[in-house]
């Protein structure tokens, strides 16, 4: 497999297929300004920037490698903080600079990932001639956490890193380069310690998933790459979902947004809001913009976790999911995708291929809310995704799905089958309230007790009356904490 590694190229054959690109940068590279804080994809302090030729063309993204294996980096172009200074003739980078400048670095152990995070940031606004706004370096560092500096200073070096002379990051050559690093390479890297296999169209595939039905799918790794960081697990065969240009695409019917499985969160998400803007806080809200830009929509969907963000909002207006093997295809509802905790309706020999996502109905009323701990870059403790649809004040439609209240993502049958040809008034509400706790009996874990959640399960039914309701509804800007953050 081959790479580019700080603009050179890297060949490599001797490494594990599941060795991170933080150990190969650090241990095989001696790239130690990338640090590791919690090698899982939470701190932010081993953040690069992957590069690499999409069908819109070249797209840059900070990446947290530590949770990326390094045969996946094939065909792409990896850069590491020790680049900017190259970049600058052996000055420090405008970013840097501006670090430096606004103090906006005390231990410096975070440091390094903001940068790469900002240098993101910055080449993207040299590109575009533009400045971000607060809100924009605000989303380019959800994914990175400092300790001592605070903050405000990392903001501050972030407006002043355009207040020098620029110093601009060469796409078209890059483009070039990756052009020429397309070989006809094998697609399977293969080590003593396992194999990884890369297909480039879905026929291919689906044929490995077959032929290797104990294989690790692997989409962007957000949840795999913890399995061996955190679990110590042993993956000696990984099919890589990565290359494949089909299940990149996005497409839109008469009925259906339809968002292939291997898109990433980013993209989906970009997509869905278009839609549905009630999704924009989800979006932004979603793990970070590092997890985002890697993290795929059909590995949130197939991991099926209890948590997972997309399945309450999605499973609310009525999304479908296509499954697929050598023996064919099959759709079905996505809560049906969900038998027990983390079980589904998944043959050993299928793949998640295609997410079909309704287009808004006329008259349908939407909202999904996440409750975590923290806005950024957390995992929820209850998400919910609901959408309600009135004929002359009556239910006539209702769809309330909630993540972390069951064992898995799961509907709110008795709520529904109540609410259905009920007035949507307060008196409905409050009784709707009380029969959520038919539906479901949370637990209790680090995220919320089993009261907590209970109880704002009920609260958010509350809301969503609220802001939907026939008389005076609310405004978002009224019933959400965080108004139009
Ligand atoms: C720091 C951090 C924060 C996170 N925050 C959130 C959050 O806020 N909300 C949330 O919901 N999740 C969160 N996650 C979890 C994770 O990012 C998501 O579940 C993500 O969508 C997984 O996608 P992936 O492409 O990385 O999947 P992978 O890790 O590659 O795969 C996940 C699972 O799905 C399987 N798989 C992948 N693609 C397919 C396919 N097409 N067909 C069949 N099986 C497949 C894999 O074999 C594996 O079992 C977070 C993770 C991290 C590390
Ligand atoms: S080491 Fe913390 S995100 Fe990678
Ligand atoms: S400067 Fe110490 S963690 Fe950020």
């Known amino acids: 497999m081959q790479f580019l590694l700080n603009n050179e190229i890297v060949r490599v054959s001797d490494v594990e297929p599941t060795k991170s690109v933080l150990s190969y940068l650090r241990e095989d590279r001696f790239l130690t300004g990338t640090k590791e804080g919690c090698a899982e994809g939470d701190c932010g302090a081993c953040t690069v920037v992957i590069a690499e030729l999409e069908s819109e063309g070249l797209s840059l993204k900070s990446v947290n490698a530590c949770i990326q294996f390094v045969p996946t980096l094939h065909g792409k172009a990896v850069f590491t903080v020790e680049f900017l200074r190259r970049q600058n003739n052996g000055n420090l980078h405008p970013v ?68 020098v002379a620029p110093v601009t990051f060469d796409n078209d050559g890059l483009r070039d380069k990756l052009l020429a690093l397309k070989t006809e390479s094998p697609s399977t890297y293969s080590h003593t310690e396992g194999q990884l296999h890369s297909p480039t169209t879905t026929a291919e595939l689906l044929q490995l998933r077959a032929d290797h039905p104990e294989a690790t799918l692997l989409a962007g790794g957000t949840d795999v790459g913890l399995w061996v960081n955190k679990q110590f697990r042993t993956l000696s065969s990984i099919i890589y979902l990565g290359d494949i240009p089909e299940l990149k695409s996005i497409t839109q019917n008469d009925q259906y947004i339809n968002i292939a499985a291997g898109v990433t969160l980013s993209n989906a998400y970009k997509a869905l809001a278009k839609h549905y803007p009630e999704m924009n806080q989800m979006w932004e809200r979603f793990a970070s913009r590092p997890i985002r830009n890697v993290g795929t929509l059909g590995g949130n969907i197939a991991n099926g976790s209890p948590i997972g963000d997309s399945m309450p909002a999605l499973i609310a207006i009525a999304t479908r999911v296509v499954l697929s093997s050598v023996r064919g295809q099959r759709e079905l509802l996505l809560e049906d995708l969900y038998l027990d905790y983390m079980k589904k309706d998944m043959a050993a020999d299928e793949v998640v291929t295609l997410i079909k996502i309704p287009l808004p109905l006329a008259d349908q009323a939407f909202r999904c809310y996440k409750l975590s701990k923290r806005y950024d870059s957390d995992i929820s403790a209850v998400f919910t995704g609901m959408a309600i649809t009135l004929d002359n004040d009556l239910v006539s439609d209702v769809k309330i799905a909630f993540g972390g209240m069951a064992a898995t993502p799961k509907r709110a049958s008795h709520t529904e089958q109540f609410l259905l040809g009920k007035s949507w008034d307060e008196a409905t509400a409050k009784q709707a309230m009380t029969i959520l706790k038919q539906d479901y009996s949370p637990m209790t874990d680090m995220r919320a007790s089993d009261q907590n959640r209970m109880q704002s399960a009920m609260n958010l039914l509350y809301r969503f009356y609220l802001e939907t309701r026939p008389v005076n509804p609310l405004t978002k800007e009224m019933t959400d904490v965080f108004g139009e953050v």
């Open 96 to 163: 840097q600079q501006a670090m430096v400048d606004k103090h906006g670095s005390q231990c410096g152990f975070c440091t390094p990932g903001f940068i790469m995070s900002l240098w993101c940031l910055y080449n993207e606004h040299q590109e575009a001639k533009t400045i971000p706004i607060r809100s924009d370096v605000r989303s380019a560092l959800t994914g990175n956490l400092c300790r001592c500096t605070g903050y405000k200073p990392i903001l501050q070096a972030a407006d002043a890193m355009f207040e």
